[in-house]
């Protein structure tokens, strides 16, 4: 049996591993601790994109993202049809995709679970060419990621504070956009809405749930549409959600596509991708490619009956 070779890209700069000091030294450690020896790039000062197209042009059948949200959806977009398989160390904030996928969210025993994990293929979403592996949001909500951006780092009462206090001017503030939806089972229309998102699959409701999807490789996107999104809104709808009853909102509509395209007036407009805000030309024209990517899972996840 050949044995498996490993190809780690570790952020250093992610959330996590700056909290914790993650080194490629003790990487390893963990992973030698397994019976695994990977070649490890730690090397922050090169671009990150010379670090990803190295990894493809390596003999390493798994490449590892040992990071966040956005270092996890890089790789993937470069992996696939490549033939090798994305596994995850979630060193991030948020680590979405890790959770959907149950990779535990220490990273002992997310490296443990590597080491003898399973792949499974999922779907792939991308907008005007760009792969994403959760959602594109547009509207009001990056705006309020951006200003996000401005604290990292800095995790004191005084700064989260400052955040909330951010959120109810922009909430008092904002006002809704005209957009153009033409999706593939349905008419053209316009509406003017508060923010919209489109996610690969759809994510599951439920108590505690925020954001999680129990599937992903359903083959469709979702559209999110909230047409208004005042303060108390805002807090109805966290509440909803931490209550699993999020669907109930009255402003909030959703539909399940394979494809759909988004105009707007302006001729860019701005996003947030999987978490990292940023500038596209508009129409916006999303589809999804089924099972496009195949990931390495804790085998116990890999079994229905357990992931559901």
């Known amino acids: 049996m050949t044995e498996t070779r490993y190809h780690v890209i570790l952020n250093a700069n992610s959330g996590t591993a700056h909290a914790l000091g993650v080194t490629a030294e003790s990487l390893g450690e963990l992973f030698n ?6 070649v490890i790039d730690a090397d922050s000062d090169r671009p990150f994109l010379e670090r990803v197209a190295e990894a493809v042009r390596s003999e390493a059948q798994v490449v590892v993202a040992a990071g966040g949200d956005g270092t996890t959806t890089a790789l993937a977009e470069a992996l696939m049809g490549t033939g090798k398989h994305l596994a995850i160390l979630p060193l991030g904030t948020f680590n979405a995709v890790a959770r959907d996928l149950h990779v535990p969210l220490d990273l002992p025993g997310a490296v443990a679970a590597l080491a003898h994990g399973t792949s499974q293929n999922i779907d792939v979403a991308e907008v005007n060419g760009r792969v994403f592996l959760q959602k594109v949001v547009i509207g009001l909500i990056p705006g309020l990621a951006a200003g996000r951006e401005h604290l990292r780092g800095r995790e004191t009462a005084g700064a989260k504070i400052a955040f909330m206090r951010y959120i109810f001017r922009r909430l008092a503030r904002a006002r809704r956009i005209a957009v153009a939806i033409e999706p593939s089972n349905g008419p053209r229309r316009v509406q003017r809405v508060q923010a919209m998102a489109v996610a690969c699959n759809a994510y599951d ?33 966290l509440v909803g959600m931490f209550l699993g009853r999020w669907r109930d909102y009255e402003a909030l509509s959703m539909e399940s596509i394979r494809t759909v395209r988004i105009d707007s007036h302006k001729p860019l407009i701005k996003v947030m991708l999987d978490g990292e805000v940023m500038t596209l030309q508009t129409p916006l024209d999303f589809t999804v490619r089924p099972k496009a990517l195949s990931v390495i899972v804790p085998a116990e996840a890999a079994d229905p009956a357990v992931a559901a």
């Open 33 to 38: 601790a397994h019976g695994l020896y990977p």
């Open 205 to 237: 409701e439920g108590l505690g749930k925020f954001f999680s999807r129990k599937s992903l490789d359903r083959g469709t996107l979702t559209l999110y549409i909230l047409r208004h999104l005042t303060a108390r809104d805002f807090l109805r709808l």
